[in-house]
């Protein structure tokens, strides 16, 4: 099972504050349409599609270069382009998983994956932005998983 972040649970997050000012130097560049200063309102409304335009392009990378993956035996998170980042949790080792996701998270419907190995002082993986449905079926595959290792063992 590989599941990657949402796109626009993403951008939701991350690019909420960029899109309130594109949406301000929006209106901005009307208004100054129509008090006939069209050079400016020209500028302020460029300047608002290229703020949500890097944020669309970021989110979009960032969905292609983030995953996270389960198998019979690990965990593993990956993510990043050109800081690149992978994380494995096997298994028998993970202690405790947590789903966890705010008011408005759950309205965009993304939700948080926590993982905790033995040893860990934190969570070794935390992977943001998921689509809930997918990190809750996730979430119990990881619970069988250890269910079944724990049976094996007996």
Same mark, same amino acid.
């Given at each position: 099972?590989?599941?990657?972040?949402?796109?626009?649970?993403?951008?939701?997050?991350?690019?909420?504050?960029?899109?309130?000012?594109?949406?301000?130097?929006?209106? /901005?560049? &009307?208004? #100054?349409?129509?008090?006939? $200063? %069209?050079?400016?309102?020209?500028?302020?409304?460029? +300047?608002? !599609?290229?703020?949500?335009?890097?944020?669309?392009?970021?989110?979009?990378?960032?969905?292609?270069?983030?995953?996270?993956?389960?198998?019979?035996?690990?965990?593993?998170?990956?993510?990043?382009?050109?800081?690149?980042?992978?994380?494995? /949790?096997? &298994?028998? #080792?993970?202690?405790?998983? $947590? %789903?966890?996701?705010?008011?408005?998270?759950?309205? +965009?419907? !993304?939700?948080?994956?926590?993982?905790?190995?033995?040893?860990?002082?934190?969570?070794?993986?935390?992977?943001?932005?998921?689509?809930?449905?997918?990190?809750?079926?996730?979430?119990?595959?990881?619970?069988?998983?250890?269910?079944?290792?724990?049976?094996?063992?007996?």
């Amino acid at each position: 099972m590989i599941i990657h972040p949402s796109t626009f649970g993403f951008y939701a997050r991350n690019y909420w504050t960029a899109t309130l000012l594109s949406i301000v130097l929006f209106a /901005a560049g &009307i208004f #100054m349409a129509f008090q006939g $200063q %069209i050079e400016i309102a020209a500028a302020l409304i460029v +300047v608002a !599609i290229i703020i949500v335009v890097v944020g669309i392009g970021h989110s979009v990378i960032h969905h292609k270069h983030t995953s996270l993956s389960l198998t019979e035996s690990e965990v593993v998170y990956e993510t990043g382009m050109l800081n690149h980042r992978k994380i494995r /949790a096997p &298994i028998q #080792m993970i202690t405790d998983s $947590q %789903i966890k996701r705010t008011f408005v998270e759950k309205l +965009v419907g !993304i939700s948080d994956l926590y993982i905790n190995t033995s040893g860990g002082a934190h969570d070794e993986i935390v992977a943001n932005d998921f689509e809930s449905k997918e990190v809750e079926a996730m979430h119990d595959e990881i619970y069988r998983l250890i269910r079944q290792m724990h049976t094996q063992k007996k």
